[in-house]
């Protein structure tokens, strides 16, 4: 079993930064890929970034290209999501999601951190 711990949420005006971190117990084959999802009440949760603990750029949304960045540091198995130019239509519960691959859908991703929430005030 794998445990996901975020942290860094909480609220911010709009244009403000913030910076999530993911802290994983153990890395195994199951979680190549750790991913950020986001969801608001009455929506699917949206994977909004993801990256393979090998390496590479990552895989953004496109409501988030060019405003977040998903990096890691793996002697401490955590990963990121600096959220910079926020904005109030990011405001959601967000999720750390560790899976073996890097698809776009939930049920790909084994394991999920409880959420932290972020509220951008216009």
């Known amino acids: 079993q794998v445990q996901l711990l975020e942290s860094g949420g909480g609220s911010v005006q709009a244009g403000g930064s913030l910076r999530l971190s993911c802290a994983a117990s153990r890395y195994t084959a199951n979680t190549k890929c750790m991913g950020w999802f986001r969801q608001v009440p009455g929506k699917e949760r949206e994977r909004i970034a993801a990256?393979?603990?090998?390496?590479?750029?990552?895989y953004y949304g496109d409501s988030v290209k060019g405003r977040f960045t998903i990096s890691q540091d793996n002697a401490k198995k955590t990963v990121y999501l600096q959220m910079n130019s926020l904005k109030p239509e990011d405001t959601a519960m967000y999720y750390c999601?560790?899976?073996?691959?890097?698809?776009?859908?939930?049920?790909?991703?084994?394991?999920w951190g409880q959420g932290t929430q972020v509220t951008v005030s216009s």
């Open positions: 990256m393979y603990l090998s390496g590479g750029s990552g």
């Open positions: 999601a560790a899976g073996p691959l890097c698809y776009d859908a939930r049920y790909e991703y084994r394991y």
